[in-house]
């Protein structure tokens, strides 16, 4: 019965974690390009009272073994990366990735992180930039007399001019795939960091090579891929296997305190 405290307290230790990846999936339900995370569990040690296929009192084969499991363990909180649904808004800086891939952004310390937001704003030089004003990379600037921003699906910037009719390109937006994107690590403000275990990034033009079936969409952002009914079913399962896993150490110490109420 000891044992069984142990192993209880390990469950409730996993779900708590799993209760706190999808609260962080609600709290962000809402965000734009935010990727859902799904917590995975694993077994701890077994302990071995008598393996399988070891020689009975017999001198039989056991067809079984005798094993008691230990508890669980959370070993990772994977980063699901399906599509999420496409929001019109009408911005022409808000863009949008329809397939894989990643907008590319500088830092203030020069390090090139990457992101699925496409919630673009031209700053006072008139570069395109994130909302905490990280400079979009390959750099677009956009000039001052413009009147119409246009991008293409391909990635390609182009201006009218004001009293031109003609259009001018002024920068490409290249993206990036890694071949573990699940293997980014999340820095918050919706932007990851490259790690060994998601490769090096491949850059290239939506719609081209590698990137023939990723499209950029003007005046449309990539919401949430957390669905809310989804996560509040995951919440109220993570709730009872607690409870569950605490009704076993209540039972346990119920049987505990019985033993040590036994008289000769």
């Known amino acids: 019965m000891m044992r069984t405290l142990y192993i209880a307290a390990t469950g409730m230790t996993t779900q708590q974690d799993n209760i706190d990846v ?7 339900v809402n965000t734009s390009g935010f990727k859902k995370y799904r917590a995975q569990f694993a ?19 056991l067809p079984v073994g005798l094993q008691f499991g230990l508890g ?6 994977q980063m699901m990366t399906s599509q ?32 699925r937001d496409g919630s673009f704003k031209i700053d006072a030089n008139g570069q395109m930039v994130t909302s905490d004003g990280f400079l979009l ?4 600037t956009i000039p001052s007399n413009a009147t119409e921003i246009i991008v293409q699906q391909d990635g390609t910037v182009s201006v009218r001019l004001a009293g031109q009719p003609d259009i001018n390109q002024v920068g490409q937006i290249n993206l990036v795939q ?20 998601s490769g090096q990034p491949q850059q290239g033009q939506p719609g081209q090579g590698d990137f ?3 499209l950029i969409d003007q005046g449309f952002l990539e919401g949430s891929n957390a669905q809310i009914v989804e996560e509040m079913i995951n919440l109220i399962t993570a709730q009872r296997a607690f ?22």
């Not at 999808?22 to 962000?28: C, K, Q, S, Y």
């Not at 669980?72 to 909180?77: C, E, Y």
């Not at 990379?137 to 677009?140: A, C, K, R, V």
């Open 22 to 28: 999808t609260a962080n999936n609600i709290a962000n």
């Open 212 to 214: 023939a079936s990723t």
């Open 84 to 115: 999420g649904p496409l929001l019109n808004t009408g911005n022409p800086t808000d863009l949008a990735i329809e397939g894989n891939g990643y907008f590319q952004i500088q830092l203030d310390n020069g390090q090139i992180a990457y992101t």
């Open 243 to 264: 409870e569950a896993n605490s009704k076993g150490i209540q039972t346990a110490d119920e049987m505990l305190a019985q033993a040590n109420q036994l008289k000769r």
């Open 178 to 197: 890694f071949a573990n994107p699940a293997g980014l690590q999340s820095m918050g403000r919706n932007l990851f960091l490259q790690t060994p275990a």
């Open 43 to 61: 077994t701890l040690l077994s302990q071995t009272v008598r393996t399988p296929g070891s020689i009975g009192p017999q001198g039989t084969t």
């Open 72 to 77: 669980a363990r959370t070993v990772a909180t």
């Open 137 to 140: 990379q390959p750099n677009i």
